[in-house]
T-cell receptor, first 110, second 116 residues
């Protein structure tokens, strides 16, 4: 079945440093979605990427979808303490089943 | 828009009892609802997919007689953990996908189940 690998598992950065998490799918995806889960909270939808090579920005967050639609990345510029949480990618194959990556836990030192 | 509620937010029960968790889409009709389980510091594991008016589709390894899912209306799905045991203790999260919000799942706040 489809697998979505996400790295790193954990990253601890100094406030102001950049952060990137990467996702790789074993199969071609219809789209890829990114979610953020704060400690003790539930996943909150951030964005969806559909097109090959797509790049989307949300303020300090930049999301990319690979040309082959099998990998994606989330990059945060100049992290802030409010960015802490776990970032999950989730790949959608044909149909409506989302497969989540393991998540990357981000901690930010002020 | 796209608000999903879940009730209860937490529950503690004795081993052997059954627990029902409700998932509601508050401002949209959810054609499909999903139930996930999340262990501490781990990812979300899809348990089952339910479509309104039909039987749920369970993922491999999930006992359908243990985790009963009912999707009686376009705004409500329930998960009943039958004869709960301590190993069923977990964070259960539902999500909903609707006609308007296709391909995007909106998550409920989750239910933390502790079985003593």
């Amino acid at each position: 079945g489809q697998q979505v690998m996400q790295i790193p598992q954990y990253q601890h950065v100094q406030e102001g440093e950049d952060f990137t998490t990467y996702c790789n799918s074993s199969t071609t995806l219809s789209n890829i979605q990114w979610y953020k889960q704060r400690p003790g909270g539930h996943p909150v939808f951030l964005i969806q990427l559909v097109k090959s090579g797509e790049v989307k920005k949300q303020k300090r967050l930049t999301f990319q979808f690979g040309e082959a639609k099998k990998n994606s990345s989330l990059h945060i510029t100049a992290t802030q303490t409010t960015d802490v949480g776990t970032y999950f990618c989730a790949g959608l194959e044909d149909g409506n089943k989302l497969v989540f990556g393991a998540g990357t836990i981000l901690r930010v030192k002020s | 828009g796209a608000v999903v509620s879940q009730h209860p937010s937490w529950v503690i029960c004795k081993s052997g009892t059954s627990v029902k968790i409700e998932c509601r889409s508050l401002d949209f009709q959810a054609t499909t609802m999903f139930w996930y389980r999340q262990f501490p510091k781990q990812s979300l594991m899809l348990m089952a997919t339910s479509n309104e008016g039909s039987k749920a589709t369970y993922e491999q390894g999930v006992e359908k007689d243990k985790f009963l899912i009912n999707h009686a209306s376009l705004t409500l799905s329930t998960l009943t953990v039958t004869s709960a045991h301590p190993e069923d203790s977990s964070f259960y999260i539902c999500s909903a996908e609707g006609v308007t919000y296709t391909d995007t799942q909106y998550f409920g706040p989750g239910t933390r189940l502790t079985v003593l």
